[in-house]
Nanobody, 128 residues
Framework: QWRLVESGGGLVQPGASLRLSCAAS??????????LGWFRQAPGKEREGISC????????YSADSVKGRFTISRDNAKSMVYLQMNSLKAEDTAAYYC???????????????????WGQGTQVTVSS
């Protein structure tokens, strides 16, 4: 059974940084082809795909709302995906989820998209 477990969220002040981690297990990481990344959801808002990395070509996608502030990376040897979040703003407050989707990173640009597989999430709260 596939499993994705997020960690690293917390309560921080505006301008602070956080690094989210996603540990994957239960599937063959090396054989997976598609997108690996992060989406977020806040109360009253559509889920937003924020960042993705493609296992097929190495390309990355970032939503305009986080471009220049968030950076995605992965460690294939450890089956880990990371999201470095800098210059956090109050509007970044949301539950953040790690996700995998065989359709590729195009899913992350589709508002309200449903992903093939995701974790339980980690809460990020940015408040002064």
């Amino acid at each position: 059974q596939w499993r994705l477990v997020e960690s690293g969220g917390g309560l921080v002040q505006p301008g602070a940084s956080l690094r989210l981690s996603c540990a994957a297990s239960g599937f063959n990481w090396d054989s997976f082809t598609g997108g690996l990344g992060w989406f977020r959801q806040a109360p009253g808002k559509e889920r937003e795909g924020i960042s993705c990395t493609s296992t097929a070509n190495g390309r990355t996608y970032s939503a305009d709302s986080v471009k220049g502030r968030f950076t995605i990376s992965r460690d294939n040897a450890k089956s880990m995906v990371y999201l470095q979040m800098n210059s956090l703003k109050a509007e970044d407050t949301a539950a953040y989820y790690c996700a995998a989707d065989a359709r590729g990173c195009s899913v992350w640009s589709d508002p309200g998209a449903e992903y093939h597989f995701w974790g339980q999430g980690t809460q990020v709260t940015v408040s002064s």
